[in-house]
């Protein structure tokens, strides 16, 4: 029998399937269902979001545990370049991760902005322009043990006479025996010395104060110098004397507190020798007395009336993000919109072992603070390499005028 036309004139035999050139998707209940391209994370997308979210808890435990806890004292050794290079590592990687690259880019981007606030990359700290009234010079330098490892201690003294400034605040004033360990206790023994008759000698008309191993010489008249005993038993001198050196300097119709600071160092790699145990106690230990000293150093400001300069060696890289109090603030060489270092600067001989002295030059451990109604006029911190493993501070502070009642 004769096939039927449909109606319209089509005919009842089945049109042909286009050929699409694809297989048709499995059908039934037990077809697997493939989901759509945007929601497939390969393993290198999830690595680049883990890696984000990781960058992201320990920044902001860095900023929250920063001189709370002692362990994280450890962090703080990593160079405060670290919190910019990472993100921006991850940023390089962000093209790959094709299903979340904008909103991960947009994440990255903060995270490197933020990293570059935290690392003082310009926006904290910077020096202030001039003001009315009379202007100091001060030179704060860590003398390497005062020039132990080395016998030219005329070209010592030279670089310290062509300074020229009106306070001189020095650390390191003493001398390391490094032959007599004490594997229970400390890996080195500290030595006194006195060099007050050639430094008489080289800068006449200075007042001479010394505290432990830390030396301030001014040629402007010293009101007071409070709290400058040290002990007496030993090297308790060393080990238990306050490591900041205040002196109340008059400074034109003023009286000016100069700090003169070097806290101790946050742990010793040298303790690794002694075992896991020695290195774990021997670091809690070193963390423990930087903290009390950073603390006593913090009271004393608190309790001062007089306006302040604090300047030294902190051994720490990560001194922005302190707080002093007393409404002091952290100052940063001008001239530069990148993060200024003063570690290692061994260009000489010096006292750094052979093998860090291949470190780059990554860390800042010289600061300066001052409280608010100063002025920085000048701020550069370099010169002294040749001499030293610290970059030098060399410092222009204006002290405003008062008239006192």
């Avoid at 670089?159 to 004490?182: G, P």
């Avoid at 600071?261 to 742990?267: A, D, G, N, T, Y």
Wanted: proline share 7%; glycine share 6%; with cysteine.
């Amino acid at each position: 029998m004769a096939a039927t036309d449909a109606p319209g004139g089509d005919s009842s035999t089945p049109p042909a399937e286009e050929d699409t050139g694809r297989d048709a998707p499995e059908q039934g209940p037990d077809a697997p269902e493939e989901a759509p391209a945007a929601r497939r994370w390969c393993w290198g997308t999830r690595l680049l979001v883990a890696s984000t979210a990781i960058w992201t808890v320990l920044l902001a435990l860095h900023v929250l545990l920063i001189g709370r806890w002692w362990p994280w004292l450890i962090v703080e050794t990593t160079p405060p370049l670290t919190v910019v290079v990472v993100p921006v590592l991850l940023l390089v990687l962000v093209p790959f991760a094709t299903p979340v690259r904008r909103w991960l880019s947009a994440v990255l981007v903060l995270l490197l902005l933020a990293g570059a606030y935290v690392a003082d990359f310009g926006w904290t700290g910077t020096t202030a322009g001039s003001s009315r009234g009379t202007e100091v010079k001060v030179f704060a330098w860590s003398t390497d043990y005062w020039q132990m490892a080395s016998d030219d201690k005329e070209a010592f003294y030279a670089f310290l006479r062509r300074q020229d400034a009106d306070v001189y605040l020095l650390h390191e004033y003493l001398n390391w025996n490094y032959s007599n360990r004490d594997e229970q206790k400390k890996c080195t023994s500290p030595v006194r010395i006195d060099d007050s008759a050639r430094l008489r000698a080289e800068f006449p008309g200075y007042r001479l104060l010394v505290q432990g191993e830390l030396l301030t010489l001014s040629r402007l008249p010293v009101v007071a110098a409070p709290n400058q005993q040290v002990p007496a038993t030993g090297d308790d001198w060393y080990w238990k004397g306050a490591k900041a050196q205040r002196t109340d300097i008059r400074v034109g119709r003023r009286t000016v507190s100069f700090y003169n600071v070097h806290l101790p160092i946050r742990f010793r790699p040298c303790d690794i020798r002694y075992g896991l145990d020695r290195f774990y106690q021997a670091g809690r230990e070193q963390g423990d007395w930087w903290i009390r000293e950073y603390r006593k150093l913090r009271a004393d400001l608190g309790r001062n009336p007089h306006p302040a300069v604090v300047a030294g060696d902190f051994n720490a890289a990560w001194m922005n993000l302190y707080s002093l109090g007393a409404g002091t603030r952290p100052h940063s060489p001008s001239g530069s919109l990148f993060p200024a270092l003063s570690w290692p600067a061994c260009e000489g001989s010096c006292s750094l072992p052979r093998s860090w002295r291949v470190l780059p030059q990554l860390w800042r451990f010289d600061w300066l603070f001052t409280t608010e109604d100063l002025a920085v006029s000048g701020y550069h911190l370099r010169g002294g390499e040749a001499l030293s493993d610290h970059s030098a501070q060399k410092i222009r502070v204006v002290v405003p005028d008062q008239v006192f009642s």
